[in-house]
């Protein structure tokens, strides 16, 4: 199944872009990307799921292709949310299956229970349907307070954007994503960064060889020991917004007992699937206690009860992408199954 269409979709900030694949007459599935990532992330998923259904992946608002917010208008998680709202009043959905990589489960989760009736069934690749932090909660208030402050110092610093090497940036990149491995990286910043013409005064004085050359009809890699591949040296920059650094500046942290609230509201058929080697908390740092994890998964099983299917895969976060065909079985048959039962492992 190849990709069918890129689509730019109008909102009032500018647009939100997504990729396309299958019939648009088919049973819509969102598929919703993690923090910092991109539409990108479902290349390798996609393409091995059911060809009856019409995935359509989406930038969220300041990553990959997508327009970054106005200035002042801050990245709060209900705007992540009123985005996939958004999203389905474009494209005429009233109902359909949202399938979502961490910080995209999250908010296909938190979408789910606001709108319960739109929702068919839930995907979590090693998510959560809301953010449970309960080291937040004692906290709740301090937190909001970084996260305005952060804003408000990341416009007051009106820092350019940086062009940096191709090589550099993804260096960059995996050593702040470790689970998602070179070639994925390499395909995230394919739509997460832009290539741009960079600038150093050694380049200007390489440049001004070069041209002295080309005028006087010599060779600078004879003369001036230039090689011909040195005179134009390309850059990239992230397309990101700068605004979005944390995902716990944008989170809305809910507590236990907010958490089994808000899951009664749930109308979907959800499947979690937690890899092994996966993250089980919020905060890296707090990554060793599985506890919160088990929380959410033995709540969704006393609520739900038939309707929530829990499935452990071998891998990483990033399994999606690394090994998709560890999922991709169980997906299919989540997605085509009325009873939402998944396959077997």
């Excluded at 900030?13 to 648009?24: D, K, L, N, Q, Y």
């Excluded at 208008?73 to 009043?89: C, K, L």
Aim: glycine share 6%; proline share 6%; with cysteine.
């Amino acid at each position: 199944m190849g990709l069918i269409s890129k689509l730019k979709l109008a909102v009032p900030w500018g647009h939100i872009a997504a990729r396309a694949w299958g019939s648009h007459q088919a049973a819509p599935v969102l598929c919703l990307h993690g923090w910092l990532d991109n539409a990108n992330s479902f290349d390798r998923l996609i393409p091995l799921l059911p060809k009856d259904f019409y995935y359509v992946a989406m930038d969220f608002g300041g990553h990959g292709l997508s327009s970054h917010y106005s200035p002042g208008f801050p990245y709060y998680h209900q705007n992540f949310v009123s985005e996939v709202r958004r999203v389905a009043a474009a494209l005429k959905w009233n109902r359909f299956s949202i399938l979502g990589h961490s910080f995209g489960g999250t908010v296909g989760g938190t979408f789910s229970c606001i709108f319960p009736e739109m929702v068919d069934k839930l995907v979590l690749l090693d998510s959560s349907p809301l953010a449970l932090d309960t080291n937040e909660i004692d906290n709740l208030l301090t937190c909001k307070r970084r996260a305005i402050e952060h804003v408000l110092q990341v416009e007051a610093s009106r820092k350019p954007a940086q062009a940096v090497s191709p090589e550099e940036m993804l260096q960059g990149f995996l050593k702040n994503n470790s689970h998602v491995g070179e070639a994925c990286g390499k395909h995230l910043l394919q739509r997460g960064t832009t290539q741009v013409a960079t600038v150093s005064l050694q380049q200007v004085m390489t440049f001004l060889l070069a041209f002295w050359c080309f005028l006087v009809h010599k060779d600078p890699s004879e003369h001036f020991g230039v090689p011909r591949d040195e005179i134009v040296m390309p850059g990239v920059w992230l397309n990101r917004d700068r605004r979005i650094t944390w995902p716990e500046h944008c989170f809305d942290f809910v507590s236990r007992e907010l958490f089994v609230h808000y899951i009664k509201n749930l109308q979907a058929q959800v499947l979690l699937i937690k890899a092994t080697e996966g993250y089980y908390a919020i905060r890296r740092e707090n990554d060793g206690n599985r506890e919160p994890m088990m929380f959410v998964s033995s709540s969704l099983k006393s609520v739900l009860k038939e309707r929530f299917q829990y499935v452990e895969v071998p891998g990483n976060h990033y399994i999606h992408m690394n090994q998709p065909q560890q999922v991709a079985g169980v997906i299919s048959s989540f997605l085509q199954n009325k009873e939402g039962t998944p396959a077997p492992l």
